[in-house]
């Protein structure tokens, strides 16, 4: 009897397990490359300097040249693709 509720305990902990990882896959989040392209579509964008990401915040720090030379820094959120200011 115990090996039985064993088995039914780690089968239930099987199946509990994968749906939390279902769930969390189908959670929307922008990758790095579409991070990027935010930046790279911008006016004045000539060369990426740096990209970093911000694992608390969540956040894509991007650093990228002007046309002017200046360096800006554009940050993209992980959670919805857009700009945070």
Do not use: C
């Amino acid at each position: 009897m115990k090996k039985i509720a064993y088995v039914l305990l780690a089968v239930t902990a099987l199946f509990v397990n994968t749906t939390a990882f279902a769930a969390e896959a189908r959670i929307p989040s922008t990758s790095i490359t579409d991070a990027l392209q935010v930046a790279k579509n911008r006016d004045d964008y000539v060369a990426l300097k740096s990209a970093k990401f911000d694992v608390q915040g969540k956040i894509y720090n991007i650093n990228y040249v002007t046309k002017t030379g200046d360096v800006q820094t554009l940050k993209i959120s992980k959670v919805n693709g857009k700009e945070v200011k």
